[in-house]
């Protein structure tokens, strides 16, 4: 299916956040072997040198082609100390390093930062009607941080996906 797509989207990080792999350690298992303990941060930079490896081997840069006719409720305003904004710092280097080693061109979009910006990109309340207030209120606790359902935030994603591929297109 994929061979013969012209573009593809890859989006991995939110995955490998503390929260989501066992507090930051856990075993992992790469082929037939099994790391008993593996931090998460060389876990991640693994799996982008996988990833790399399956770009480099399954993807024909040479044959594509673009553009040829084919508690967040009420906030507002972007978070600006960015004290309080996630760190990514070390994943974000990682992803650089594998990309720089990958033979097959790869566009790097980091969205993480320019998303982390957004107070009201969680759907928390706004996923249902709720029938009472309290039940609202509870809804609110929930913020579901791995889906961004809102209008905003993915259509920036979009204006800067296409941007990239105008761009690509017209270095080709």
Same mark, same amino acid.
């Given at each position: 299916?994929?061979?013969?797509?012209?573009?593809?989207?890859?989006?991995?990080?939110?995955?490998?956040?503390? /929260?989501?792999?066992?507090?930051?350690? %856990?075993?992992?298992? /790469?082929?037939?072997?099994?790391?008993?303990?593996?931090?998460?941060?060389?876990?991640?930079?693994?799996?982008?040198?996988?990833?790399?490896?399956?770009?480099?081997?399954?993807?024909?840069?040479?044959?594509?082609?673009?553009?040829?006719? +084919?508690?967040?409720? @009420?906030?507002?305003?972007?978070?600006?100390?960015?004290?309080?904004?996630? @760190?990514?710092?070390?994943?974000?280097?990682?992803?650089?390093?594998?990309?720089?080693?990958? @033979?097959?061109?790869?566009?790097?979009?980091?969205?993480?930062?320019?998303?982390?910006?957004? @107070?009201?990109?969680?759907?928390?309340?706004?996923?249902?009607?709720?029938?009472?207030?309290?039940? +609202?209120?509870?809804? +609110?606790?929930?913020?579901?941080?791995?889906?961004?359902?809102?209008? +905003?935030?993915? %259509?920036?994603?979009? /204006?800067?996906?296409?941007?990239?591929?105008?761009?690509?297109?017209?270095?080709?």
């Amino acid at each position: 299916m994929y061979h013969d797509a012209d573009l593809m989207v890859f989006n991995t990080g939110h995955w490998w956040t503390h /929260e989501k792999t066992s507090k930051g350690e %856990d075993y992992y298992q /790469e082929g037939d072997y099994v790391y008993p303990r593996l931090k998460v941060l060389n876990a991640y930079q693994k799996a982008l040198t996988t990833w790399s490896r399956w770009i480099d081997k399954n993807v024909d840069s040479r044959r594509t082609q673009w553009n040829s006719g +084919g508690q967040c409720d @009420k906030e507002i305003e972007p978070i600006l100390n960015e004290t309080y904004l996630t @760190k990514y710092t070390s994943k974000m280097r990682a992803v650089e390093y594998v990309i720089q080693n990958t @033979k097959t061109p790869v566009i790097y979009l980091n969205i993480s930062r320019l998303t982390d910006y957004r @107070k009201d990109g969680h759907p928390s309340i706004y996923r249902r009607k709720y029938k009472t207030k309290e039940e +609202g209120n509870a809804a +609110g606790r929930v913020q579901d941080c791995s889906h961004w359902c809102l209008p +905003g935030v993915p %259509d920036t994603w979009n /204006e800067l996906l296409y941007a990239s591929l105008v761009k690509a297109g017209r270095e080709i």
